[in-house]
T-cell receptor
Framework: EAGVTQFPSHSVIEKGQTVTLRCDPISGHDNLYWYRRVMGKEIKFLLH????????ESGMPNNRFLAERTGGTYSTLKVQPAELEDSGVYFC?????????????FGSGTRLTVV | KQEVTQIPAALSVPEGENLVLNCSFTDSAIYNLQWFRQDPGKGLTSLLL???SQREQTSGRLNASLDKSSGRSTLYIAASQPGDSATYLCAVGDSNYQLIWGAGTKLIIKP
């Protein structure tokens, strides 16, 4: 089965610009998550979708970040306008309903650099 | 609030040695615990998943243990190889579907 796919793998944008990250989860996984690792810090939770609904967005840093999951399939994370502190690696993960037994599968991440 | 700590932050050992990586967490009410490895510039690869009701899991040369009462998990790597060099991350799953991460242990296996 195909894994979790993220693109782009790298993105360099100027402060104030907009960037959209995309995540394609494993087919059939209801749960989709976004995480972020900024330089020198631990990986932090951003938000969680169950199908097309936002289950938990308590980790979203501010209203410059907007996540969507169209039809419960792929998800996008838009940063508008980007700031320097948004630089980091953004990871997407998915899990089936039975996450207790199957855990989380992560994508390769998108490395975002805001200059 | 759950906090996850990994010790040591970095470890360098000669090839062939057995080694133990440590992960501790402050709240024993966990849903599961997952160990990952990350190679430089790469994504997160799941190594082992331990459910809260389990004590250990094994995959090849890897063995992970879980002691919820003491808030600890260990990842044991037998007969280490240069290909094991990577950063190893411990993540605790809570009831809200969130993973709380440690900072990782950077492992270097010297040929």
């Amino acid at each position: 089965e195909a894994g979790v796919t993220q693109f782009p793998s790298h993105s360099v944008i100027e402060k104030g610009q907009t960037v959209t990250l995309r995540c394609d989860p494993i087919s059939g996984h209801d749960n989709l998550y976004w995480y972020r690792r900024v330089m020198g810090k631990e990986i932090k939770f951003l938000l969680h979708f169950v199908k097309e609904s936002k289950q938990d967005e308590s980790g979203m840093p501010n209203n410059r970040f907007l996540a969507e999951r169209t039809g419960g399939t792929y998800s996008t994370l838009k940063v508008q306008p980007a700031e320097l502190e948004d630089s980091g690696v953004y990871f997407c993960a998915s899990s089936p309903r039975d996450r207790a037994h199957y855990g989380y599968t992560f994508g390769s991440g998108t490395r975002l650099t805001v200059v | 609030k759950q906090e996850v700590t990994q010790i040591p932050a970095a470890l360098s050992v000669p090839e062939g040695e057995n080694l133990v990586l440590n992960c501790s967490f402050t709240d024993s009410a966990i849903y599961n615990l997952q160990w990952f490895r990350q190679d430089p510039g790469k994504g997160l690869t799941s190594l082992l998943l331990i459910q809260s009701s389990q004590r250990e899991q094994t995959s090849g040369r890897l063995n992970a243990s879980l002691d919820k009462s003491s808030g600890r998990s260990t990842l044991y790597i037998a007969a280490s190889q240069p290909g094991d060099s990577a950063t190893y991350l411990c993540a605790v799953g809570d009831s809200n579907y969130q993973l709380i991460w440690g900072a990782g242990t950077k492992l270097i296996i010297k040929p």
